[in-house]
T-cell receptor, first 110, second 114 residues
Framework: LAKTTQPISMDSYEGQEVNITCSHN???????ITWYQQFPSQGPRFIIQ???TKVTNEVASLFIPADRKSSTLSLPRVSLSDTAVYYC???????????FGKGTRLSVIA | DTEVTQTPKHLVMGMTNKKSLKCEQH?????MYWYKQKAKKPPELMFV???????INESVPSRFSPECPNSSLLNLHLHALQPEDSALYLC?????????????FGPGTRLTVL
């Protein structure tokens, strides 16, 4: 299974933009890059998914360079409620299961 | 309705007890999942059901027994558990079992084995 590498933790002040980078050097041609958010004692929640270039929704943006060996989740103007663990996952169109890496623990400070 | 519900929220059981965890979704999803999550660790996949049939068992010990009575319900039967089985058990569902489909997770059941 392809693996991802993320920073273990990040700190940010409220109102700042936060960028979390994920490395996936062995990404396969049919892999999609997916991000989930998890608050303490809750299930993970889907944030965004992309294959190449840039994807934006009401929550975040996902930037994927041409070689697709990394990706960056961008959270605009974070608030205290964005404090959570963020997981980067690779998913393909086959039947392999969802595999969570260690995730990045984001702490937003007032 | 994009909600997956799980009951109970908390469960404390002894090593000789038999208990069950329940999961329900009414989104018409055809795939349902059980994950186990230890403190400060990522979720680990246990089982996958696709169209009410078990399709993936990630080498889970037999003291965990999944059941899918119908397309909306998923149970996890527990018997003779060990203290190291204490964890947050998460249920999820998705439209299909393709990995590009969004998985919706429930809030989990916090299990403590004494």
């Amino acid at each position: 299974l392809a693996k991802t590498t993320q920073p273990i933790s990040m700190d940010s002040y409220e109102g700042q933009e936060v960028n979390i980078t994920c490395s996936h050097n062995n990404i396969a041609t049919n892999d999609y890059i997916t991000w989930y958010q998890q608050f303490p004692s809750q299930g993970p929640r889907f944030i965004i998914q992309g294959y190449k270039t840039k994807v934006t929704n009401e929550v975040a943006s996902l930037f994927i360079p041409a070689d697709r060996k990394s990706s960056t989740l961008s959270l605009p103007r974070v608030s205290l409620s964005d404090t959570a663990v963020y997981y980067c996952l690779l998913r393909n169109s086959g039947n392999t299961p969802l595999v969570f890496g260690k995730g990045t623990r984001l702490s937003v400070i007032a | 309705d994009t909600e997956v519900t799980q009951t109970p929220k908390h469960l404390v059981m002894g090593m000789t007890n038999k208990k069950s965890l329940k999961c329900e979704q009414h989104m018409g999803h055809r795939a349902m999942y059980w994950y186990k999550q230890k403190a400060k660790k990522p979720p680990e996949l246990m089982f996958v059901y696709s169209y009410e049939k078990l399709s993936i068992n990630e080498s889970v010990p037999s003291r965990f027994s999944p059941e899918c009575p119908n397309s909306s319900l998923l149970n996890l039967h527990l018997h003779a558990l060990q203290p190291e089985d204490s964890a947050l058990y998460l249920c999820a569902s998705s439209q299909e079992r393709r990995n590009t489909d969004t998985q919706y997770f429930g809030p989990g059941t916090r299990l403590t084995v004494l």
